[in-house]
């Protein structure tokens, strides 16, 4: 019997090139500004449309200010970036989520909030957070530029077929631990490289509990263990999840589909090239020591003492802690931190803001701390205040900004500055990646909140 992957790619095949790559087909491509420039030049310059226009998504997110969305943009080459995809969608034809329309925020986020991605699809983005769609049960993966050329102009994609694993988590998350938390946890397991090469299906108890929006971070960080996407199989959470979406199947339409989508899931004799399993139990919550996302540990643990223990060379082991201000064997609880950043495609959804009001109602926010609340859509923000989380949040000193990548990295206005400490719900932590010289700490919603309140590394589960 075939894994799900295989059913998923077997139907998108359009042709195999002998002792080369698979020519497969592509239901959904997504643009934003900064990887597709150069794609829609290159049409040009071959006189070339776009094959399937009602196919592709337009989105500005990286380079939008979180802030004044509604005047000029100040920095010239994010102006022009995103003044370039709102020309090229107009000229090709293309859905296009202009800044500051009720329709725009962070791809990732607005695509399943839209019922855009679905179960059995195939996904591409010029970004490598893609994977987050694979939360829907479809096959979600990044790609380059020259690639989204590609898929501009036939709606196929040249690619080797991965391999495929599967992940299963099984138990109870214990209380205060998140879907991120798991991911961190798997991160630091399997290194940055550990699922290189693959594919990854996520099963198992801890995955069929988790919240749609908990799936969406889970399959968002794949990419961080080398994956080349991570999925899960959809169910009557995802089924619930898509019902009356916009771009949902409506009707007979949704019957038919929803026949379909039940025979996505990987048969009890599948396959796979690899299989690990994990115990919810292992899990508490987590954060980073260093500067890639597979370098955590959890709350209450000491920093590896050395680099074997950290699966790191011993050079790079010692460079990381030197930049991040901390020594081998210390413990980060009590440590002091200067910013705090909620959101991106990873912890920018409704349910992220209500994990963090949830811990800081009542409480305020902790004198000489900078926090970013950034909403990952318009949606969100719209529901954040339907909900009357902004009082909350606003009560506790807290200010909600406008929808974006923000401070996932520094290619808008919201950079964090040299030396400083940020608390964040993001993706990366490399170095730079939220400012040049700027000290990431990955972490869930609710250690970003215990941290906002406290002013240092916090676990949460004291809060709760």
Not at 52 to 80: G, L, Y
Not at 192 to 210: I, Q
Not at 431 to 444: A, D, K, M, N
Request: aromatic letters at 8%; glycine letters at 10%; one cysteine or more.
């Amino acid at each position: 019997m075939n894994t799900l992957f295989d059913k998923i790619w077997d139907r998108h095949v359009v042709q195999t090139v002998d002792d080369g790559p698979t020519q497969l087909y592509i239901d959904r491509l997504y643009c934003h500004e900064v990887t597709s420039p150069q794609a829609f030049e290159g049409l040009r310059a071959r006189g070339l449309r776009c094959f399937r226009p009602e196919q592709i998504f337009c989105m500005p997110d990286h380079n939008t200010p979180t802030h004044d969305q509604d005047k000029p943009i100040e920095d010239p080459v994010s102006a022009r970036q995103v003044a370039a995809l709102e020309k090229n969608a107009r000229d090709f034809g293309l859905t296009h989520y202009g800044m500051n329309t009720k329709d725009n925020g962070i791809i990732h986020v607005v695509g399943p909030e839209k019922g855009l991605s679905l179960p059995g699809m195939t996904i591409v983005c010029g970004d490598s957070h893609t994977s987050t769609h694979g939360a829907m049960g479809a096959v979600a993966f990044g790609i380059g530029t020259s690639e989204v050329e590609m898929v501009l102009a036939s709606q196929c994609i040249l690619q080797q077929k991965p391999k495929s694993m599967r992940i299963t988590i099984d138990g109870q998350l214990q209380k205060g631990v998140t879907a991120k938390d798991v991911a961190l946890y798997l991160m630091s397991r399997l290194t940055t490289s550990g699922a290189t090469g693959y594919f990854v299906e996520y099963a198992g108890e801890v995955v069929r509990s988790l919240s749609m929006e908990g799936r969406l971070t889970l399959c968002n960080l794949s990419i961080e263990m080398g994956a080349r996407g991570g999925f899960i199989a959809p169910d009557e959470v995802t089924f619930e999840y898509l019902k009356d979406k916009e771009y949902a199947p409506k009707g007979d339409d949704w019957t038919k589909a929803l026949t379909y989508w039940k025979t996505l899931k990987s048969g009890e004799d599948a396959v796979f090239d690899k299989e690990l399993t994990f115990d919810a139990a292992d899990i508490e919550p987590r954060i980073t020591y260093g500067t890639n996302p597979g370098m955590g540990i959890g709350i209450t643990e000491p920093i590896p003492q050395t680099a074997a223990e950290a699966k790191s060379p011993e050079a790079g082991f010692r460079k990381t802690l030197d930049y991040m201000g901390f020594k081998a064997g210390e413990r980060l609880l009590g440590k002091k931190i200067d910013y705090v950043f909620l959101g991106a495609c990873t912890n920018g959804r409704i349910e992220d803001f209500r994990a963090f009001a949830g811990i800081v109602k009542g409480r305020r926010k902790a004198d000489g701390v900078v926090a970013w609340l950034v909403p990952g859509s318009w949606a969100v923000d719209r529901q954040i205040r339907e909900e009357g989380l902004d009082k909350v949040l606003e009560a506790a000193g807290f200010e909600i900004r406008q929808p974006g990548c923000s401070a996932c990295l520094a290619m808008n206005d919201d950079k964090v500055p040299a030396g400083k400490y940020a608390v964040s719900t993001s993706n990366r932590n490399f170095e730079g990646r939220q400012g040049p010289g700027s000290r990431t700490i990955l972490c869930s919603p609710l250690v970003a909140a215990a941290a906002a309140v406290t002013g240092v590394i916090t676990d949460p589960r004291t809060l709760l």
